[in-house]
């Protein structure tokens, strides 16, 4: 019995540090959470790219249906202008008319920090009541992502 009681005590009195297991597990888990960390930090930029993209397109596309649900004649359209874009409307006597983006107090939608957009092809790009924007393409390249707009159809990918 006393002999037990030694063994018991002299484990639970040493006081020596921790393991080899315990510190490569604890260096593990650093790693771990350090990957994450560093991962998350580069995609945000991507992240917030990626929404501008898709927001852009998401608005295109409502001034596609815009222009199909208005009268003949009338366009509605996107106007680019490197770090925003406003949403317009063509009335048939050509005046045009900025108008309220969806989700948004205003006509304009300002892209993130850092971001901004080149259009080729015409600019504003106009919808008329079929959806078509017309006899040629148009491309919008938005920090190396393109988004293009197919003649005729309207197509937008």
Same mark, same amino acid.
């Given at each position: 019995m006393m002999k037990r *009681?030694?063994?018991v005590? &002299? *484990?639970l009195g040493n006081n020596r540090g921790f393991t080899l297991i315990e510190i490569i597990a604890v260096l593990i888990i650093i790693a771990i959470i350090s990957a994450v960390v560093i991962s998350r930090?580069? =995609?945000t930029e991507? =992240?917030?790219l990626r929404a501008e993209v898709d927001t852009l397109k998401a608005h295109l596309?409502? =001034?596609?249906y815009l222009a199909m649900d208005d009268l003949p &004649?009338?366009?509605w359209g996107i106007s680019i202008g490197g770090s925003s874009y406003t949403l317009v409307k063509v009335?048939?006597?050509g005046t045009t008319n900025p108008y309220n983006l969806p989700g948004e107090s205003s006509a304009t939608h300002s892209f993130a920090s850092g971001v901004t957009a080149v259009t080729t092809g015409s600019n504003p790009i106009l919808f008329d009541e079929w959806g078509s924007p017309g006899t040629t393409s148009s491309s919008i390249t938005i920090g190396g992502q393109s988004i293009t707009i197919t003649a005729t159809t309207g197509?937008?990918?």
């Amino acid at each position: 019995m006393m002999k037990r *009681r030694q063994i018991v005590t &002299g *484990r639970l009195g040493n006081n020596r540090g921790f393991t080899l297991i315990e510190i490569i597990a604890v260096l593990i888990i650093i790693a771990i959470i350090s990957a994450v960390v560093i991962s998350r930090g580069t =995609a945000t930029e991507e =992240a917030k790219l990626r929404a501008e993209v898709d927001t852009l397109k998401a608005h295109l596309r409502y =001034a596609q249906y815009l222009a199909m649900d208005d009268l003949p &004649g009338t366009q509605w359209g996107i106007s680019i202008g490197g770090s925003s874009y406003t949403l317009v409307k063509v009335d048939t006597s050509g005046t045009t008319n900025p108008y309220n983006l969806p989700g948004e107090s205003s006509a304009t939608h300002s892209f993130a920090s850092g971001v901004t957009a080149v259009t080729t092809g015409s600019n504003p790009i106009l919808f008329d009541e079929w959806g078509s924007p017309g006899t040629t393409s148009s491309s919008i390249t938005i920090g190396g992502q393109s988004i293009t707009i197919t003649a005729t159809t309207g197509f937008i990918p």
